[in-house]
């Protein structure tokens, strides 16, 4: 994976991010949330990459240098889109909405990212067998259940959001 990928990415997520913010009419402390979210996941997510590194899970051609780093974790950081949709999945089906969610991200993640290392094999390859998919199974739980974890301490939690009672008629309930 190349800087010049990583400001590509960025920007795509930057945008995407914007475009959920408004169709999700997010106020200024979920976005927070979510950008807080998306950063803490970031941080694990580098820490998961070294230690599949270490284990020979995946090689990665990553350069582990500052910068790259930096630009490979705000990559993360601006997929905040993906907390400001689960904030909305929690806030209409609660708890069993996000497990579900969960669920569906850990079952999609693996074949995604093999899609991604069979299009691009010069960003890396991962092992045979399957340990390195259970490994990017659980990379992609831990990616919401974090993720949305931070953003509920930031945002609060979306059952007791405001709009709730207003979009889905549950005045009473």
């Known amino acids: 994976m190349t800087t010049q990928q990583l400001?590509?990415?960025?920007?795509?997520?930057?945008?995407?991010t914007i475009v959920v913010a408004v169709l999700t009419r997010a106020t200024v402390r979920r976005l927070a949330g979510a950008f807080a979210g998306g950063a803490v996941f970031g941080a694990a997510a580098l820490g998961i990459i070294a230690l599949g590194e270490k284990y020979a899970w995946w090689?990665?051609?990553?350069?582990?240098?500052?910068?790259?780093?930096?630009?490979l974790w705000i990559d993360f950081a601006v997929c905040a889109y993906v907390y400001l949709i689960t904030w909305r999945i929690a806030r209409r089906f609660g708890t069993r909405g996000l497990a579900l969610t969960t669920i569906i991200?850990?079952?999609?993640?693996?074949?995604?990212?093999?899609?991604?290392?069979?299009?691009?094999?010069?960003?890396?390859?991962?092992?045979?067998?399957?340990?390195?998919?259970?490994?990017i199974a659980v990379t992609y739980a831990?990616?919401?259940?974090?993720?949305?974890?931070?953003?509920?301490?930031?945002?609060g939690p979306a059952r007791e959001s405001p709009l709730r009672d207003r979009l889905w008629g549950l005045q009473g309930r």
């Open 142 to 155: 831990v990616m919401v259940l974090l993720g949305h974890s931070v953003m509920r301490m930031v945002a």
């Open 59 to 71: 090689h990665m051609a990553i350069t582990w240098e500052p910068y790259f780093l930096v630009l």
């Open 7 to 16: 400001h590509l990415f960025n920007g795509i997520g930057l945008v995407a």
């Open 105 to 135: 991200a850990a079952v999609i993640g693996p074949p995604r990212d093999y899609w991604y290392m069979s299009r691009f094999p010069e960003w890396g390859a991962y092992a045979p067998g399957a340990t390195p998919v259970i490994a």
